[in-house]
């Protein structure tokens, strides 16, 4: 699936890191580390989470500890599989509902067990409205400090669901409180009753067109870490002064005040957006190289902002949009073959898609191709080749993403397992393909409506038996991550 960006740099899992080992050595000298400090990726600060249920990253922990070695000192291990982060308005119901249940999960446990919510909550309060010293907001401690504290949370709730990654609230574009926390209060555990706005009568308020605006972010790309970021407490950067200030302060009730703003679970998606920010600023701009801001350890958690700075090792990573590309399954022209319909592109849609960043930012995941019953089927795929068919020039075609085979179980050879075992086949996979940034800007050239066509081609020589054989596509998803 989707690669980090740096993977190819990732040192080998077995070997712990220099800086890994480095900093070891200064807790254990420091004493830090018997005092209770919440190690970022440690098992023993899940002890309590639902037993059965480690989160790959821990069970990567796990397996490439050392003997003897005390797991609540590891701090960040290469993680094996990075997870994107949704806009909760584009999250699928079942991606909602474990996420739901995760949040119940961490709900349901008493105040005293230090993974539940309240607990958690509790933290952010100690951290944001406590002694000055133990001050995170107001300066350039803010942003990794909050990505910490997230990222801890994400593995709670993983430790629950495997799997369930955070939701961002992408304000510019949702104007309201999304729905996701506000509908069925009674029954939804995303809902808070402690906010000022929520849907009164059945009519969700919206944010004041001069709040947390499309053109804000875009003034914040375009700044330095000190005005971004900000500098030591009490300079505040501009990323935390708006839109993130504005927005506590709009959403109102708990999330109005720092000591309580985290026991509103609207808390963790708002924050999400922010951190979303900030990674986007990241891929076109230095990290501040000032060691005093790099060496400095984010409590309680057991690690450095250094190690906070590339999100990748935080194993996760931001779909900054989803294009839904329904498919008509009943195209007969030139054989089987799927033709999306014709979606018209937002400004800053064109403009992520035809100014790439980095390879493998654009994804299409074919989702749901059923598997073939009797010979192999080559899926080839392209973008604004409408009438693309089994003739269509793939070589030196711009246009053309890339193409995939599924090849039969051939389980109707295999009459003893169908008689014993009974179990369901497999009948459909997922598949993911990174989109070359050439077929995006070949194919948003001089257009700004995007189309995608998958022809199905039978491997077998004679092509036979294959005409009859017309596979189904659930749906394509076009995932844009920055
Ligand atoms: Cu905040």
Wanted: hydrophobic residues 35%.
């Amino acid at each position: 699936m989707s690669k980090p960006k740096k993977a190819s740099s990732k040192k080998p899992v077995d070997q712990p890191s220099h800086e890994q080992d480095t900093r070891r050595n200064f807790l254990g000298k420091s004493g830090l580390v018997a005092g209770g400090l919440i190690a970022l990726n440690s098992r023993s600060g899940n002890a309590q989470a639902t037993p059965g249920h480690a989160t790959a990253a821990q069970d990567h922990a796990a397996a490439t500890a050392q003997p003897g070695e005390d797991q609540s000192t590891r701090t960040l291990t290469p993680c094996s599989t990075v997870r994107t982060r949704k806009n909760i308005m584009a999250m699928t119901a079942a991606e909602l509902q474990a996420f739901r249940e995760a949040i119940a999960a961490l709900k349901a446990r008493p105040a005293a067990n230090p993974t539940s919510f309240a607990a958690y909550a509790q933290h952010h309060a100690t951290f944001c409205s406590g002694p000055p010293a133990l001050q995170i907001h107001f300066g350039w401690f803010f942003l990794p400090w909050h990505r910490a504290y997230l990222y801890r949370f994400e593995q709670l709730l993983q430790a629950v669901r495997p799997g369930v990654t955070l939701p961002y609230w992408s304000w510019t574009t949702t104007r309201t409180i999304p729905p996701a926390y506000t509908q069925n209060p009674a029954s939804n555990t995303l809902f808070h009753s402690a906010r000022l706005r929520n849907p009164v009568g059945g009519t969700a308020p919206s944010m004041p067109a001069t709040m947390a605006t499309a053109a804000r972010i875009t003034a914040l790309m375009g700044m330095n870490w000190t005005l971004f970021g900000g500098g030591p407490i009490p300079n505040a950067g501009g990323l935390e002064v708006n839109p993130h200030n504005p927005v506590h302060g709009w959403v109102g009730g708990d999330m109005g005040v720092f000591a309580t703003a985290a026991r509103d679970p609207l808390f963790y998606a708002h924050h999400c957006n922010v951190d979303r920010v900030w990674a986007r600023w990241q891929r076109t701009h230095p990290n501040p190289a000032d060691p005093t801001w790099l060496n400095r350890r984010l409590d309680p958690f057991n690690v450095t902002i250094q190690e906070t700075l590339r999100v990748e090792s935080l194993c996760y990573r931001y779909v900054d949009f989803t294009l839904l590309l329904a498919m008509d399954r009943n195209r007969e022209a030139a054989g089987p073959g799927y033709h999306s319909e014709t979606i018209k592109l937002e400004d800053d849609q064109l403009d992520a898609l035809r100014n790439r960043e980095a390879p493998e930012d654009v994804q299409l995941h074919v989702e749901g191709v059923e598997i073939p019953k009797k010979v192999s089927q080559e899926f080839r795929v392209f973008l604004n080749v409408p009438n693309a068919n089994r003739d269509t020039q793939t070589e030196g075609n711009e246009n053309f993403v890339d193409s995939f085979t599924l090849v039969p179980l051939g389980h109707e050879q295999m009459d003893h397992e169908k008689k014993d075992g009974g179990n369901e086949q497999l009948t459909k996979v997922n598949i993911a393909l990174p989109v070359p940034a050439s077929a995006t800007r070949s194919a948003l050239r001089d257009r700004a409506d995007l189309s995608a066509t998958i022809v199905q081609v039978p491997l077998d020589e004679g092509g036979e038996r294959a005409a009859e054989e017309r596979l189904k596509i659930d749906s394509v998803r076009l995932e844009v991550v920055r």
